[in-house]
């Protein structure tokens, strides 16, 4: 199990950006699998994006492809989520989640889980 910890989320008008950074514990960082989550109020939690062990491929939701970016730095234990474009219905509280060694886009194949981020974008 991996020790998670969000930062960077805040207020933002729309059509701005936001960058999320989570960093990591541990020693076997780049053995899993990163996953960006969200959930707006009165919604489920929902799959934005994640990234493979190496970085080398990258899953986006459609509702945020093209607008977000997902990297991540081994040597510092960190993965972030760069969020261009914002829009209202981008608010939501975000997490990141460690999987698996091959990546999955479902919420039940990330065991470890951060304590969320509040992003809010307003009008």
């Known amino acids: 199990q991996v020790q998670l910890v969000e930062s960077g989320g805040g207020l933002v008008q729309a059509g701005g950006s936001l960058r999320l950074s989570c960093a990591a514990s541990g020693r076997t960082f780049s053995t899993y699998c990163m996953g960006w989550f969200r959930q707006a109020p009165g919604k489920e939690r929902e799959f934005v994006g994640a990234?493979?062990?190496?970085?080398?491929?990258?899953y986006y939701a459609d509702s945020v492809k093209g607008r977000f970016t997902i990297s991540r730095d081994n040597a510092e234990n960190t993965v972030y989520l760069q969020m261009n474009s914002l829009k209202l219905d981008d608010t939501a509280v975000y997490y990141c989640a460690a999987g698996r060694s091959l990546c999955t886009i479902a919420r039940k194949d990330f065991g470890s889980w951060g304590q969320g981020t509040q992003v809010t974008v307003s009008s």
């Open positions: 990234i493979s062990r190496s970085g080398g491929s990258i």
